[in-house]
């Protein structure tokens, strides 16, 4: 694998910590939590764990017992929420998919968490991302 590739696949992966997943062991097992930690290996922990029929809160799988991760949460979409920004700054918002970032005026912070910042275009921003997602929740 090439290394473009292989550092796209792992921030692909890394962008699932956080997120509520389906992990399948090479045994079948199949576990569902929130992704905590993912290693190069493709070794992970999970938090809040249900399933596999066992009384378990939290559980570290080998990656090489891993079979497949799949995320159970829909992603969140800083490219749609961007657009609708840059709509009321035009040319001064800026989307960093890499680190979950949207940079308005180069000082206002948006994240999928809120918005950071003071000042009018910071409640225009955050009144633009309520909106957002009002509407992504229809």
């Not at 040319?91 to 180069?106: F, S, T």
């Amino acid at each position: 694998m090439s290394s473009l590739t292989f550092r796209r696949f792992t921030e692909e992966l890394n962008s699932f910590v956080g997120k509520t997943v389906a992990a399948t062991t090479g045994d079948g097992k199949e576990y569902s939590g929130t992704l905590v930690g993912v290693d190069e290996n493709m070794s992970i922990i999970l938090d809040r764990v249900s399933g596999a029929g066992e009384n378990v809160f939290k559980v570290a799988i080998n990656g090489s017992n891993v079979r497949e991760i799949k995320l159970t949460t829909k992603p969140y979409d800083l490219k749609a929420l961007g657009e609708r920004l840059n709509r009321y700054f035009p040319g001064l918002v800026q989307v960093r998919e890499d680190i979950g970032v949207i940079i308005v005026m180069d000082k206002i912070k948006v994240t999928e968490k809120g918005v950071e910042g003071t000042g009018l275009a910071a409640d225009k921003a955050k009144t633009i991302f309520d909106e957002y997602v009002r509407d992504t929740k229809k």
